[in-house]
């Protein structure tokens, strides 16, 4: 009996989900989500009681096994853990440097290693420094300039532009490639400005690359905090002949196995049409990345959640997706879409959320112009939570690799004017996190993921009209 009427109430709450206007089911998605909510107690407990997630590292499969354990706990369909071998960096002890004006004078300032980075020597390192605004720069400069020296790369992020994405990519080349564009010099190391609008003392990691560059002219490269750059710049301008000092302990060890966690509900009418959403697990180790990207993680496996409490049985696959080694290899996500072309799998859409947990401001589409227009139609149910920004542009890095012939891939786009005061840093914490921005982000992730369910992304579906 009691059987009989757990049935009944399944059945009321699908119809009931089933008559509701698209407007009501994403009321109840927002209602749902500010109310009871739990992205912000998974991302507590992914900061602060396991903390940065490097690639390779304890927390990282700490993290793989909580996030898990969660999924299996929401009685999705099936739950399960891809392996992917990812690289294994490790910093070391804490990194140490000082600007010397003068023999015995010096200054303390802040640095970190970049991933990747080869070790300094063992005593240290001390020379000369040249300053370059970028890239191009250091090639416009003759070897006699930059052997044995350090290369300070100063080129800041321009606070003109209001996306702050493309400030970011306007001088991230300098600390991707840096390093292997100095090593051709004969550089001895390489000092790289941190990536932030923000002038503060805090250094910013991220990953670098030395491309094909052999050993003997790899050389180790830090990020120092935007101050103190600013600092060095100065004294520079006094003292072309001035010396830095740095020393880092960081290690390239061999590449260990790792694991994507997956999560899935079954579609009820269209199994084989996926709609994947999700966020990168692994973070730097500065922080415990929460922003960058614990939030995204949290978000997504609230999608799966949130729908399910709903009484929303989608049409299609719904699979929640947490990318290992996003940071420094994206390993994770390319091993995902691998696998799918292997299995013939059908990903007809793709959410991302790699821009931090800050108020949803709406999505970027990378889509065929039928699919946008049908997108574009749902646009004014956002409208009443202030979410208004639906572009045609770019969609996360973890989902890219699933680009097909006539899917539709998608990133969530927060506000991110305060995105890179935390990004990469030890200030992307937990308490940089405000809840109601963050649940505010996961139902709005949710909306989308239901009406691409509820119509589809084909253009012979476009026809079908959402009800107001």
Same mark, same amino acid.
């Given at each position: ?10 059945? %009321? ?82 990194? %140490?440097? %000082? ?260 108020? !949803? ?22 409208? !009443?939570?202030?979410?208004?920004? %639906? ?22 786009? !927060? ?43 084909? !253009? ?9």
């Amino acid at each position: 009996m009691r059987n009989f009427f757990t049935i009944l109430i399944l059945l %009321f709450s699908l119809n009931f989900a089933a008559s509701q206007t698209d407007a009501e089911v994403l009321k109840t998605i927002f209602d749902a989500s500010l109310t009871n909510g739990k992205s912000y107690e998974w991302l507590d407990h992914l900061s602060n009681r396991i903390g940065g997630r490097l690639s390779g590292s304890l927390n990282a499969e700490r993290a793989v096994e909580y996030t898990r354990k969660e999924l299996d706990s929401l009685g999705l369909d099936k739950v399960w853990l891809q392996p992917v071998m990812v690289p294994k960096w490790v910093r070391g002890t804490s990194e %140490f440097a %000082f600007i010397e004006t003068e023999p015995g004078e010096t200054l303390s300032v802040n640095i970190c290693a970049l991933g990747g980075s080869i070790a300094t020597y063992v005593e240290g390192l001390k020379a000369e420094v040249v300053e370059v605004s970028g890239i191009e720069d250091l090639k416009t400069r003759d070897r006699s300039e930059v052997e044995g020296k350090i290369v300070f790369y100063n080129r800041p992020m321009d606070p003109t532009l209001i996306n702050t994405f493309s400030a970011y990519g306007g001088c991230v080349d300098q600390r991707y490639a840096g390093a292997m564009e100095a090593g051709k010099l004969g550089a001895a190391a390489v000092l790289v400005r941190s990536m932030s609008h923000k002038i503060d003392d805090l250094p910013h990691t991220g990953s670098m690359s030395y491309g094909d560059l052999p050993n003997s002219e790899r050389i180790p490269s830090a990020a120092i905090s935007t101050r103190h750059a600013d600092l060095l710049s100065s004294l520079l301008k006094l003292n072309p002949k001035i010396k830095f000092y740095f020393k880092q302990n960081c290690r390239n060890l061999k590449d260990v196995q790792s694991y994507n966690v997956i999560g899935e509900i079954t579609g009820s009418e269209y199994p084989n049409e996926i709609i994947t959403v999700g966020g990168h697990l692994d973070s730097w180790d500065l922080g415990d990345g929460a922003h960058d990207d614990g939030a995204g993680c949290v978000q997504s496996m609230d999608v799966l959640r949130l729908m399910k409490n709903s009484g929303i049985r989608p049409k299609r696959t719904i699979r929640v997706v947490l990318f290992m080694n996003e940071e420094n290899g994206l390993r994770g996500a390319r091993k995902y879409a691998d696998v799918a072309k292997q299995k013939g799998e059908n990903h007809i859409f793709a959410l991302e959320s790699d821009s931090g947990g800050f108020t !949803p401001r709406g999505f970027s589409f990378d889509c065929s112009e039928s699919n946008f227009n049908q997108i574009l139609s749902w646009k004014p149910l956002f409208k !009443p939570y202030l979410i208004h920004y %639906f572009e045609r542009g770019g969609s996360g890095a973890d989902v890219g690799p699933l680009k097909g012939d006539n899917n539709v891939l998608a990133g969530l786009r !927060p506000d991110t004017q305060r995105y890179f005061d935390h990004h990469h840093a030890a200030s992307d914490t937990f308490d940089a996190v405000n809840k109601r921005e963050l649940e505010l982000g996961a139902a709005t992730m949710t909306a989308l993921v239901f009406l691409v369910d509820k119509y589809g992304i084909n !253009p012979i579906q476009t026809n079908q009209q959402f009800k107001d």
